[in-house]
């Protein structure tokens, strides 16, 4: 693992209490999320937070549900119809606040929680019918707050290409967080966005371009600016999907570090393993298993230090997908 890859500090990710197994939802049961606690708990530390049991509504409960619409929501009991809006927004926002000191670097949320669901939670209009377009009210003071902060909902972490673009964005972030709370410096600016520019162009080729010419500039901005600004485009690039397209490209863009140490025989069997690749017929992690070996043997500096051949633990398995 390249050094600017080593973490300096515990990657913390904040999760729903009840997808760590804990009996906290309205019928005292729980929602244990297996990918969270059996393999991602062994690269994140977990910090749970259940909005409802904290805000006061204890276990078991009366089930709440939104009302109103996408824009106007209130969280109101199920049965009798008491309002909870007030309290529940006044809590979220204290207790994100509060989350700050944790320094997260990403967010497991319960899918379709009316307090913890990001997307198509259902929101009941004034005739009772129920529309799935709302976004529950714990996810909106997260957004508010940590606006950059990696977030996603366990049962879309079942889709392969989520599940890893949700986690090469965890890991970013945390790099990003650990360059800018340690003693920053235009130079490890520099550093820092050199590691990434292939990880950036396999994700977002425009964010590539633009943060390219912001680093140019560097010397233009205070560090708070430079920070401010950086991270914002960083987050933003990391978040586009890559695609098979985009990886060929940047596979190619390695190849093109080679072309003058490798023999005719090597390039080929390269050149192969990408078209398989292109083709859907291997994954991944062949060609850049490849081209690490070649990177490796002839001492490519710039390629070998560049996050986008390790951006997570190869033990994730992420790029074994075809």
């Known amino acids: 693992m390249p050094d600017n890859q080593k973490n300096e500090s515990p990657i913390k990710v904040g999760i729903s209490s009840c997808l760590l197994g804990m009996t906290v939802r309205y019928d005292s049961g729980h929602k244990r999320d297996r990918y969270s606690t059996d393999v991602l708990s062994e690269y994140f530390q977990f910090v749970n937070v259940c909005p409802e049991v904290e805000v006061g509504m204890g276990v078991p409960r009366e089930a709440v549900r939104l ?11 199920g049965k009798t119809g008491k309002d ?98 340690n003693r920053y410096s235009r130079g490890k600016m520099v550093k820092f966005h050199t590691a990434h520019k292939l990880l950036l162009m396999a994700h977002s080729p425009k964010h590539y371009k633009e943060l390219g010419k912001l680093v140019a500039d560097v010397k233009k901005y205070s560090p708070s600016q430079m920070r401010e600004k950086y991270s914002a485009v960083f987050m933003e690039g990391i978040e586009y999907k890559t695609t098979t397209k985009k990886n060929v490209n940047v596979l190619y863009h390695i190849l093109g570090y080679l072309k003058k140490v490798l023999s005719p025989s090597e390039k080929q069997d390269i050149l192969q393993v990408i078209k398989d690749y292109h083709n859907e017929i291997t994954p991944l992690v062949v060609p850049l298993t490849l081209l690490r070996h070649y990177v ?25 997908h075809v």
Request: proline letters at 4%; glycine letters at 6%.
């Open 67 to 77: 009302v109103g619409t996408a824009e106007d929501t209130r969280m109101v009991g």
């Open 84 to 181: 909870w809006t007030k309290k529940v927004v006044a809590f979220n926002a204290k207790r994100a606040r509060e989350l700050e000191k944790e320094n997260l670097s990403g967010y497991i949320l319960k899918k379709d929680s009316p307090s913890c669901g990001m997307e198509r939670v259902k929101v009941y209009n004034e005739k009772g019918y129920a529309e799935k377009n709302a976004v529950g009210m714990w996810p909106r003071a997260l957004k508010k707050q940590f606006p950059l902060l990696p977030m996603e909902e366990e049962g879309r972490l079942n889709d392969h290409r989520l599940r890893e673009n949700f986690i090469v964005r965890v890991f970013a972030y945390h790099r990003l967080q650990n360059l800018f709370n």
């Open 296 to 320: 490796t043997i002839h001492d490519i500096d710039y390629i070998e230090d560049q996050i986008y051949l390790t951006p997570h633990p190869k033990e994730l398995m992420l790029r074994n």
